[in-house]
């Protein structure tokens, strides 16, 4: 099984901030991954798809990068509606596995 | 407009079971793989199953195999989640959703809670 380590688990920061969230898997899994953001409540919602695009109507300050083993989700400048809950999702193997999520909380 | 609307949670024994069903609209539900991810309370995400468009494939985390099982039914475009012997680490909101993994839309419904307890 493909075990998902993401990091940091919680992380403060302000708006206008630039942060990057990291997930690294216990396998190589090309570019079969997404990030996901969940806030209170609600269901995921899909920011990223195969590692890099940019799902359609998300804002661009949203990207991702990586392959293999190690892929990042990077907010360029933090919005007051980005304080959310994100996870990865590998989709390259089954048993499908989800990072732990990385809180995002305001300074 | 996809909708997923899942239903048939609520409060159960441990060792009881459960049907919860998800019917889907607004896309041919038949052209597209489904699954249930689930939540417990304050955690993290979980996969817990897939099925094929025909339902001749379905996989599952290990925590539920054997006791849970995933269905569908294409003429009613409904999916569904057998789930028997339920233990309590089972308590969650269980999600219906239609992920794709490509650049077609993830759908996801509002969930369900399953709550196994005494």
């Known amino acids: 099984d493909i075990q998902m380590t993401q990091s940091p688990s919680s992380l403060s920061a302000s708006v206008g901030d630039r942060v990057t969230i990291t997930c690294r898997a216990s396998?190589?899994?090309?570019?079969?991954l997404g990030w996901y953001q969940q806030k209170p409540g609600k269901a995921p919602k899909r920011l990223i798809y195969?590692?890099?695009s940019l799902q359609s109507g998300v804002p661009s300050r949203f990207s991702g990068s990586g392959s293999g083993t190690e892929f990042t989700l990077t907010i360029s400048s933090l919005q007051p509606e980005d304080f959310a809950t994100y996870y990865c999702?590998?989709?390259?193997?089954?048993?499908?596995?989800f990072g732990q999520g990385t809180k995002l909380e305001i300074k | 407009e996809v909708q997923l609307v899942e239903s048939g949670g609520g409060l159960v024994q441990p060792g009881g079971s459960l049907r919860l069903s998800c019917a889907a609209s607004g896309f041919t539900f038949s052209s597209y793989w489904m699954s249930w991810v689930r939540q417990a309370p304050g955690k993290g995400l979980e996969w817990v199953a897939n099925i094929k468009q025909d339902g001749s494939e379905k996989y599952y985390v290990d925590s539920v195999k054997g006791r849970f099982t995933i269905s569908r039914d294409n003429a009613k475009n409904s999916l569904y989640l057998q789930m028997n012997s339920l233990r309590a680490e089972d308590t969650a909101v269980y999600y219906c959703?239609?992920?794709?993994?490509?650049?077609?839309?993830?759908?996801w419904g509002q969930g369900t809670l399953v709550t196994v307890s005494s």
């Open positions: 999702l590998q989709h390259n193997s089954y048993p499908r596995s």
């Open positions: 959703a239609r992920l794709t993994f490509t650049v077609v839309t993830d759908y």
């Open positions: 396998q190589g899994i090309r570019n079969d």
């Open positions: 195969a590692a890099s």
